[in-house]
Structure formats: structure tokens, C-alpha cells
């Protein structure tokens, strides 16, 4: 216990603060001015710890990767239109649940409609190439507007979804799958 009130009041010499004891041992004499009391003003907004990385086109770039799928995404201010591979987003991603997966970095940023994005993608299959626009969107959205990194971190877009097709083992008939067993 005693070492826990040493680093208490170590921290307090640090940082200029009264220690708990002596605070609870003296009330009275801790009487606070008006002026001391008020709030201090806000500070001006934190400038993002990155810098934005735009093209000569005015446009973020960003490579996004799921299972197979590698996409390159541009990203620029726009009115929200999606084209991949040279089609729209309605044509190439027919099942509306892709489409979904492609604008969730967009809901959770709160900047729907608000970017064009151009991406080619190629290798997988059209849900591993969901993925990989939706991995390469978010990478984008972050080089554009640094601020937005906290909200889509949080929500796990930044961070490239490792899970893929486990390889089959010599022995079995697919991964984890044994031969149908027979008594006799």
C-alpha cells in the first residue's frame, strides 16, 4: 500500500498536483478562486498525427486485400459514384449484401455520397472482392482525411481480414474432412 502512496506522490511532484492525502487532510484549505475554477478555454482541435497523401489528380490512393482479391482504389471528392473494374457498383456487384459490404466505410465515416472511387480488383471471387474494395476504400478514405482514422480503425476496416482457404493435407480428403470410414 505504501508503495502505491510513493507513486501517487512522486506522480503529483510531476505533474504539480496535490497528493490525495494531503488533499483529504486539508479541505478547507483548498478554497478555489473564481477564476481558477473556470474551465480553461478549449484547446484548438488536434491536427492529425498523419498527413494527407493526395496525387497530382487530387485523388487517394490505397491497395486493399481479401483472400485472394487485390484491389486498387482511387478515391476523390465527388457524388458517390463506385465503378470497379471500368462497371458500375449495381452491375459488377449484383447481390445487393456486396454492395452493402462496399459502402460500410462510408456509413461509419458518416461521408456517404461525398467520394467517387475508381478500383480495379482481380484473383478471388466476388466476395473476396467485396472485401478487398471495402479494405482498399477505407485505406483510402484515411490518406484523404486523416481525421477519419479513429472512427474507421475502431470499427476494424483498416485492419486487412487475414482468414482464407485453409490448404489440404495429404491424408484427408479436404482440409480437416477424413475419408468416409468403412468397418470392413
Do not use: C
Not at 36 to 44: H, M
Not at 57 to 63: E, F, K, P, S, V
Not at 67 to 75: E, G, N, P, S
Amino acid at each position: 500500500m505504501s508503495d502505491t502512496r510513493q507513486s501517487l506522490a512522486d506522480l503529483a511532484a510531476l505533474t504539480g498536483q496535490q497528493t490525495p492525502e494531503k488533499a483529504a487532510a486539508a479541505p478547507e484549505a483548498t478554497v478555489v478562486t473564481a477564476e481558477a475554477a473556470a474551465p480553461e478555454a478549449p484547446a484548438q482541435p488536434a491536427t492529425p498525427l498523419r498527413e494527407q497523401q493526395i496525387d497530382k489528380q487530387g485523388r487517394a490512393y490505397a491497395t486493399g486485400r481479401r483472400k485472394d482479391a487485390v484491389a486498387r482504389v482511387w478515391l476523390k471528392p465527388g457524388s458517390g459514384k463506385i465503378t470497379v473494374n471500368g462497371r458500375d457498383q449495381e452491375v459488377y456487384f449484383a447481390r445487393p449484401t456486396l454492395r452493402l459490404v462496399i459502402n460500410q466505410p462510408f456509413g461509419v465515416a458518416e461521408r456517404e455520397g461525398q467520394y467517387d472511387v475508381i478500383a480495379t480488383v482481380s484473383g478471388g471471387g466476388l466476395s473476396g472482392q467485396a472485401g478487398a474494395v471495402k479494405h482498399g476504400i477505407a485505406q483510402a478514405l484515411t490518406r484523404y482525411e486523416p481525421v477519419l482514422r479513429a472512427p474507421v480503425k475502431s470499427a476494424g476496416f483498416l485492419t486487412r481480414d487475414s482468414r482464407a482457404v485453409e490448404r489440404k493435407k495429404y491424408g484427408k480428403a479436404k482440409a480437416r474432412r477424413s475419408f468416409q470410414f468403412s468397418k470392413r
